[in-house]
């Protein structure tokens, strides 16, 4: 038998490590977030400070969960152009109903999940059943939910919301721990979406379906289940983030999120990540970082004196280096 | 586990896709413990059989017996319940994920009550386990994208056995694999038949089925026009009865010596560590063959003779003209094509039309002047296209992907004759060809080498060198290791070269 063991083993496509390969992304993008700040810091040294970190990151938090559910979606080779609408609706209807219904938060966040759930299942049930190409599907959803929060909000727009909004937008969760509540949500979410993605079938199905979503079906995966699945938890992270901005901020107008053009930056700080976007390999920790990364860059920009005309392009710059360094990376492992 | 499969029987089974017709009344019986064999020409409807018995399609009429019980197969999972496990010609393995992962596909173990979790220790002990049986020796952590075809397939192998399933149906697995791979899956094979196993089988090579076989069916046109049994084994009658006619199948040319100029020179040749020092010449008129085993380097050095891959040294010259440097495009321009291996990803276009395909490598001849395409000649060039190469097809606005395998070839050779080169190098151009196919584009090579056209031939089957070639120059590690011209030309001393065994 070991000459029909050496036989087939060829020595020479031994063994590439996968890992090694996806740590270097992390640290190199860990190392690009700590030059942006050492090299800022030193400038303006109030970049540095405890308050400017903490905003960095807690305005990374909101990118942080749009990227985790796109890059669910990413991984099953599709895409959600819809999240920023979604987020942007959720922001507007939780904002407005903080204050004009008074509405306590812990009503508040089960009635966005759900929200954002239902938004969910339309993309899912578009691309699933009726099987119109996800970028399409999405990019419909896209001007409807953004359409539904102009109908809604209908001229007006959220300029304060109640205190107990704004304390979990802002406030410790755990009392004399820095850490503020949003933070502690993102941290929560990031740990489910890798318990799930590396230790659940559920996970393990969207995987395969990226791969190639014939074999999965010939596996005997439910395809459409698991892609209606991810699109519904897609729609209520992006509903989260909405109250999770709106908390955080106070204010929401009707081109929240797509103003920023969130979706786009949650698809770009998915692919720093590492995610490819032909699908079939996600990186969640590299999402996360990514988010701060993309949020430190922005803040820089302001830091800097940059002109305000200039922060689009100058993000996209930031974007373009690195996915293209990472993308090297991976044509030649 | 250990049980020997019933009688798999289907019979009467039609299957038609859209207007075409591709299985008509077909009954095939799959007995306990034997090796059977389909035969036939490219859509004939063998792959076509054994994916309805696999439940990946449903048969219009006709019915498919488990040991007398009828099965009702309406998808892959439901026939792996019963014990029937396809291995695809080109295996579906998620390139992304673990081997153990893509073993247990559809069936991860979980431990644990809710959120139960998956149980990575079991899967990868028993996807080691189950390769190591299989004498495959790969660390089930790894990506299946490192794995080679050959150790997919028998991947693909433990997979149908991890499922429980006795019935395991090949198809077509051979053609990638080098001769070395080949045996190894025979010597698999023969293992899980002594194991009770019943085994189905495609392939077009006469030597492997001979080899393999307890019982042949061959199909031609979507129905059975033979079965035979191992004693009943007749090499000239199957191919009578796959094609319908008279293949000479023995055919010895007569091996010139070329003579003249060379029209194409190769000199010091290198990219370490790929290949290096190599020096090749090729005559107007002459079939020179490439022959080495797939990672010798041959294909390799063909790309890089093209411009398609980087040289790190070395000298190429096409009637005279120094083309090392030269861009893909004026290379062809100069005269020197590459057909390549893969159809598929790399000669045609498989939605685009006959006509499409066919003037893709002329385009840049075809506008007038504004870039505007002259339709009129792209029209007489894909019709000259399909009548000289034998094009069976609809017309000339079929999509190529529509095609049968040989039908694409033709296509593809016949896109870069139209381009009128003087060299033509021809990657595996039988590969996923049918017996009747083959011999067409044998005939076709021979056509354009009697019109004065250089022609390199590159395979990996003796018999094909051995038909086709004036002249053999075998690959081995990157290198010339040998050189065989006239009478040497010999199954013997081809495959020993192609071996390492002989040197130069």
């Known amino acids: 038998m070991s000459s029909t063991a050496t036989a087939v083993s060829d020595p020479s496509r031994r063994k590439k490590s996968r890992p090694r390969r996806r740590e270097l992304r992390e640290v190199t993008l860990l190392v690009a977030i700590f030059a942006v700040v050492l090299g800022v810091g030193v400038l303006r040294p109030s970049f540095m400070s405890f308050s400017n970190i903490e905003f960095m990151v807690l305005s990374s938090v909101v990118l942080g969960l749009v990227g985790i559910s796109q890059t669910f979606v990413i991984i099953t080779r599709g895409i959600d152009l819809s999240v920023s609408a979604v987020l942007g609706l959720s922001a507007m209807v939780f904002g407005l109903l903080s204050t004009t219904s008074s509405m306590p938060l812990w009503q508040a966040l089960p009635l966005c999940l759900a929200m954002g759930a239902v938004l969910g299942c339309f993309n899912g049930f578009l691309v699933a059943w009726l099987k119109i190409p996800p970028i399409i599907a999405t990019l419909g959803t896209y001007s409807l939910y953004g359409g539904l929060t102009f109908i809604y909000s209908n001229g007006l727009q959220v300029d304060q919301v109640s205190p107990n909004f704004a304390a979990f937008g802002n406030d410790n969760l755990i009392p004399g721990l820095p850490v503020p509540t949003p933070v502690l949500a993102l941290a929560a979410v990031a740990a489910a979406a890798w318990f799930v993605l590396n230790h659940m079938k559920f996970g393990r199905n969207i995987l395969a379906i990226g791969n190639n979503a014939a074999a999965a079906y010939n596996a005997g995966i439910s395809v459409r289940r698991t892609l209606l699945a991810v699109y519904t938890i897609s729609g209520a992270l992006a509903a989260f983030a909405g109250l999770v901005f709106v908390a955080y901020t106070g204010s929401a107008t009707a081109t929240t999120g797509t103003g920023d053009h969130v979706e786009l930056q949650s698809i770009a700080i998915a692919l720093i990540g590492g995610t490819a976007i032909a699908g079939g390999r996600g990186n969640l920790a590299g999402t996360v970082i990514g988010s701060v990364f993309l949020s430190v860059v922005i803040t820089a920009l302001v830091f800097l004196q940059v002109p305000a005309i200039w922060y689009s392009a100058g993000e996209g710059l930031m974007i373009l280096a690195a996915v293209t360094l990472g993308a090297r990376r991976s044509v030649n492992p | ?504």
């Open chain 2, 1 to 504: 586990m250990s049980r020997t499969p019933g009688l798999l029987a289907a019979t009467g089974i039609d299957k038609r896709f859209g207007a075409n017709s591709v299985l008509r009344n077909v009954s095939l019986a799959l007995a306990p413990g034997e090796v059977h064999t389909l035969m036939g020409e490219n859509g004939a409807g063998k792959s076509t059989l054994f994916r309805i018995l696999a439940g990946i399609h449903q048969p219009d009429a006709g019915q498919i017996n488990l040991d007398g019980a009828t099965l009702d197969l309406r998808n892959p999972s439901a026939a792996y319940g019963h014990g029937i496990y396809l291995v695809p010609q080109e295996p579906a393995l998620l390139k992304e994920l673990s081997v153990a992962e893509n073993m247990f596909l559809g069936m991860l173990p979980t431990r644990g009550r809710f959120p139960s979790r998956i149980d990575w220790k079991t899967i990868r002990g028993q996807a080691q386990d189950s390769l190591s049986a299989l004498g495959l020796d790969v660390d089930v952590r790894d990506d299946a994208k490192h794995l080679s075809i050959a150790q997919q397939q028998l991947v693909e192998c433990a997979k149908a056995l991890l499922r429980g399933c006795r019935i395991i149906l090949f198809d077509e697995p051979t053609s990638p694999l080098t001769g070395r791979e080949v045996g190894i899956l025979f010597s698999i094979m023969r293992r899980l038949r002594g194991q009770g196993c019943t085994l189905g089988f495609i392939s077009h090579r006469m030597d492997e089925v001979s080899e393999i076989s307890d019982r042949v069916s061959v199909l031609r046109d979507g129905a059975v026009t033979d079965e035979v049994g191992r004693d009943g084994f007749d090499r000239a009658r199957l191919v009578r009865a796959m094609v319908g006619r008279e293949v000479i199948f023995d055919r010895r040319r007569v091996r010139r010596e070329a003579e003249g100029e060379p029209v194409l020179s190769v000199r010091g040749l290198a990219h370490a560590p790929v290949f290096s020092g190599v020096d090749f010449d090729v005559r107007p008129g002459e079939i020179l063959g490439f022959s080495g085993l797939i990672g010798s380097g041959r294909t390799e050095i063909a790309e890089a003779v093209c411009g398609l891959r980087a040289k790190s040294a070395g000298s190429v010259t096409l009637a005279g003209q120094d083309i090392s440097a030269s861009s893909i495009g004026d290379i062809i321009e100069a005269g020197l094509v590459y057909v390549p291996e893969d159809r598929a990803r790399h000669g045609v276009i498989l939605p685009m039309s006959i006509r499409d395909n066919a003037t893709a490598g002329q385009i840049g001849r075809l506008q007038r002047k504004g870039g505007i395409l002259n339709r009129g000649r792209e029209v007489a060039i894909a019709t000259d296209t399909m009548r000289r190469y034998q094009v069976r097809a609809r017309g000339i606005d079929q999509p190529v992907g529509q095609l049968s395998g040989g039908n694409q070839q033709k296509v593809v050779f016949g896109k870069w004759m139209s381009t009128n080169p003087k060299v033509a190098i021809l990657d595996e151009p039988t590969r996923g060809v049918d017996v009747g196919a083959k011999d067409e584009i044998y005939r076709l090579i021979e056509e354009l080498s009697a019109q004065g056209m250089a022609i390199v031939v590159i395979s990996s089957e003796l018999e094909e060198l051995i038909v086709l070639c004036d002249r053999v120059i075998a690959i081995y590690g990157g290198k010339i290791a040998a050189e065989l011209k006239g009478a040497d030309v010999t199954a013997a001393r081809v495959g020993a070269a192609f071996l390492g065994v002989e040197a130069h």
